[in-house]
């Protein structure tokens, strides 16, 4: 596609739920991040994919928060039993591959409340 | 936890100035980029400065980094009304992984 692509855009659940974000990112690229980013600050790192596999996802908070990206292409992110202090945008982001320098091109974000 | 800061948090000018933003980081990187966010969604790349190099520029924009002092600055000249959002710092220490700062919110008035 044209760009990176986040659904839905924006997400309201209840305490408790499972949720389930959805990233596609740009065709051909093989990097794919995961961002948090709540109120007033920057993006947090969560998870990082190279092609299929989880490189590095030291930034996932704890056990509740799993990602997956099955073929390699698009990625999701999913939530267990949501806390209310899991409401932030969760951001992605796609890179042509790892290197230096590494640009990334972001998608809008998917809001989540959680109620 | 995030590496880099911005300083100031918010800043408010009129048209036609010039907005200067920094950011501070912790430890060596191997490049550092500048973000903009609209209305609090999806960041778009604006410029990005090798570790080797002190200055860059791209049409409005000029990037300085001070790599002994850990700081970078964003300047944005003839700033206009649609330059109003959030930017970030991003500073690259890896292969893959981004360290993005707390932000610098600008509102341009018309």
């Known amino acids: 596609g044209a760009g990176v692509s986040q659904t839905p855009s924006n997400k309201v659940t209840e305490k408790g739920k499972y949720v389930e974000l959805r990233c596609d990112p740009i065709?051909?690229?093989?990097?794919l991040y995961w961002y948090r980013q709540s109120l007033g600050q920057g993006p947090e790192f969560l998870i990082y994919f190279q092609g299929t596999g989880a490189a590095d996802d030291s930034g996932l908070p704890n056990d509740r928060f799993f990602a997956v990206r099955p073929e390699g292409s698009v990625s999701t992110l999913k939530i267990q039993r949501t806390e209310r202090g899991d409401s932030a945008v969760y951001l992605c982001?796609?890179?042509?591959?790892?290197?230096?320098?590494?640009?990334?091109?972001f998608g809008a974000g998917t809001r989540l409340s959680v109620l | 936890s995030q590496q880099g800061e911005e300083d100031p948090q918010a800043l408010s000018i009129q048209e036609g100035e010039n907005a200067t933003m920094n950011c501070s980081y912790k430890t060596s990187i191997n490049n550092l980029q500048w973000y903009r966010q609209n209305s609090g969604r999806g960041l778009v790349h604006l410029i990005l400065?090798?570790?080797?190099?002190r200055e860059k520029h791209s049409g409005r924009l000029r990037v300085t980094l001070d790599t002994s002092k850990k700081s970078s600055s964003l300047l944005i000249t003839a700033s206009r009304a649609a330059d109003t959002a959030s930017y970030f710092c991003a500073t690259q220490t890896g292969t893959y992984k981004y360290i993005f700062g707390t932000g610098t919110r600008l509102k341009v008035l018309a």
């Open positions: 982001a796609s890179s042509v591959k790892e290197g230096i320098p590494n640009i990334q091109y």
């Open positions: 400065i090798r570790s080797n190099e």
């Open positions: 065709s051909g690229h093989t990097a």
